[in-house]
T-cell receptor, first 109, second 113 residues
Framework: SQTIHQWPATLVQPVGSPLSLECTVEGTSNPNLYWYRQAAGRGLQLLFYSVGIGQISSEVPQNLSASRPQDRQFILSSKKLLLSDSGFYLC????????FGEGSWLTVV | DQQVKQNSPSLSVQEGRISILNCDYTNSMFDYFLWYKKYPAEGPTFLISISSIKDKNEDGRFTVFLNKSAKHLSLHIVPSQPGDSAVYFCAARVPDSSYKLIFGSGTRLLVRP
């Protein structure tokens, strides 16, 4: 069966520091991969998606970037965090149905 | 411009009664609709889906109805249980190779014992 893991689960970072959130999927090959964010009291906003290794599409202009160095690995990064980057970040995979990881809470202070 | 809207931020229902969660969309090209359930600090879990060529899909206590002419879908939970208390998101799939989902803002359901 397929599983998805993302880490770290929680992190508190100072403004201006870098960020790296990692996500891996097991039990499937060449999945579509997604990064979503849920800001406090808001819905789920699609940040990036990838249909293959090295193929990244950005949905909204922002301070973040994504990379897919391997087929089942998806990384969300930032060189310098802003306060507005705080939120709950979710990695997901799938096609007809999308399945989510456990989420990562980011607080920028 | 919100393509998927959930206009009710919250809903409170007595245990055993029916819960009806609503969702509206604007893009007639969406080809697949899904409902997710989310607890705080957890990832959403898939609940039920419906293809745009159908008007009803049922799975146990959960039924999703789709009215394409009105661009409206609803999730019915019968009977409602306290464990159903969570935030429910509807989502619509973009019919291209990305298969990305556009989500509504969610409805918080509280089922009172």
């Amino acid at each position: 069966s397929q599983t998805i893991h993302q880490w770290p689960a929680t992190l508190v970072q100072p403004v201006g520091s870098p960020l790296s959130l990692e996500c891996t999927v097991e039990g499937t090959s060449n999945p579509n991969l997604y990064w979503y964010r849920q800001a406090a009291g808001r819905g789920l906003q699609l940040l990036f998606y990838s249909v293959g290794i090295g193929q990244i599409s950005s949905e909204v202009p922002q301070n973040l970037s994504a990379s897919r160095p391997q087929d089942r690995q998806f990384i969300l990064s930032s060189k310098k965090l802003l306060l507005s980057d705080s939120g709950f970040y979710l990695c997901a995979w799938g096609q007809y149905t999308i399945y989510f990881g456990e989420g990562s809470w980011l607080t920028v202070v | 411009d919100q393509q998927v809207k959930q206009n009710s931020p919250s809903l409170s229902v007595q245990e055993g009664r029916i819960s009806i969660l609503n969702c509206d969309y604007t893009n007639s090209m969406f080809d697949y609709f899904l409902w997710y359930k989310k607890y705080p600090a957890e990832g959403p879990t898939f609940l039920i889906s419906i293809s745009s060529i159908k008007d009803k899909n049922e799975d146990g206590r959960f039924t999703v109805f789709l009215n394409k002419s009105a661009k409206h879908l609803s999730l019915h939970i019968v009977p409602s249980q306290p464990g159903d208390s969570a935030v429910y998101f509807c989502a619509a799939r973009v019919p291209d190779s990305s298969y990305k989902l556009i989500f509504g803002s969610g409805t918080r359901l509280l089922v009172r014992p």
